[in-house]
């Protein structure tokens, strides 16, 4: 929920900034669809990464294995 939360709030301020002017003359296209879509994704995938990363490390740290680190 937190990485969507994070995506809605980043990605609404970038979409924003990169495409306000297209978007109130009218004028955007189904590229510009697409890459608004990604400008989402992305902090999306940046937000689950590092709370992945974070938990990793956290259990981690108490000693916990992991079946996919033993290999």
């Known amino acids: 929920m ?3 939360r994070v995506a ?3 990605g609404s301020v970038l979409a924003l900034i990169n495409y306000t002017d297209r978007a109130l003359t009218g004028s955007l296209r189904v590229a510009d669809w697409i890459k ?3 400008t989402y994704l992305v902090p999306y995938g940046v937000s689950t990464y590092a709370a992945v990363d974070a938990l990793r490390q956290t ?3 108490a000693g916990i ?3 996919a680190d033993s290999g």
Do not use: E, K, M
């Open 8 to 10: 809605l709030v980043v």
């Open 65 to 67: 294995d992991h079946p």
């Open 36 to 38: 608004i879509g990604l």
């Open 2 to 4: 937190r990485s969507l």
């Open 59 to 61: 259990h981690g740290a």
